[in-house]
């Protein structure tokens, strides 16, 4: 059965920290994963990766991805009281479907 | 530039009546659709899927169905509604040509 796993579940820090997002899957077929930010209502998109070792980037935040090793990270450095959401990890498959990991929740205090 | 709507935004209902939520998608043709709910501390789970009209394709067994009767919209319906409904519901689209999917804003269910 296909999967995604992301960790921490949750995450607390201060404001200036720099996080590691993690997210593992096993998933046949894998196309393309992506990193989405969720903080009241809708996800908003923020990376998709496709290559192994191709760093993305957005101003504080960056992300890899691993296909030997199954996993990819999300960065975010300097964090602000304004990154505080849970951050969802999803991987395509070839089929189109999007299967999401239970994301982890972000929590910066000023 | 493509959107897509949600309706209605909040719901209540109380346990054992039908639902019917309804998404529609503007400014693209043939996208493929999802519905997704949300629980309570829980990450996004697939519902239904669906490539084109007519065809769709139930992620997970439950009392909820789909329905895709024109290109661009998308129903999600029940007969009877149980407690463990409640959840935030997510339509979403992909076209061929994109591999990210875009979502509707979303409509709370508040099943009591």
């Known amino acids: 059965e296909d999967k995604v796993v992301q960790s921490p579940l949750s995450l607390v820090v201060h404001e200036g920290d720099t996080v590691t997002l993690n997210c593992s899957y096993e998933?046949?077929?894998?196309?393309?994963l992506l990193w989405y930010k969720q903080e009241k209502k809708a996800p908003t998109f923020l990376f998709m990766l496709?290559?192994?070792?191709i760093e993305k980037k957005s101003g504080r935040l960056s992300s890899i991805l691993d296909k030997k090793e199954l996993f990819s990270i999300l960065n975010i450095t300097a964090t602000q009281t304004g990154d505080s959401a849970i951050y969802l990890c999803?991987?395509?498959?070839?089929?189109?479907?999007?299967?999401f990991g239970t994301g982890t929740r972000l929590q910066v205090f000023p | 530039s493509q959107t897509i709507h949600q309706w209605p935004a909040t719901l209540v209902q109380p346990v054992g009546s039908p639902l019917s939520l309804e998404c529609t998608v503007e400014?693209?043709?043939?996208?493929?659709l999802y519905w997704y709910r949300q629980a309570a501390g829980r990450g996004l789970q697939l519902l239904f899927y669906?490539?084109?009209?007519?065809?769709i394709s139930s992620e997970v067994p439950q009392n909820l169905s789909a329905s895709r009767p024109q290109d661009r919209q998308f129903i999600l319906s029940s007969k009877k509604l149980l407690l463990s409904d409640s959840g935030f519901y997510l339509c979403?689209?992909?076209?061929?040509?994109?591999?990210?999917?875009?979502f509707g804003p979303g409509t709370r269910l508040t099943v009591l």
């Open positions: 400014g693209t043709s043939n996208p493929n």
């Open positions: 999803a991987v395509f498959d070839n089929t189109d479907k999007l299967i």
């Open positions: 496709t290559s192994s070792g």
């Open positions: 669906s490539v084109g009209i007519g065809q």
């Open positions: 979403a689209w992909s076209g061929e040509d994109y591999n990210e999917q875009f």
């Open positions: 998933v046949t077929n894998f196309r393309s």
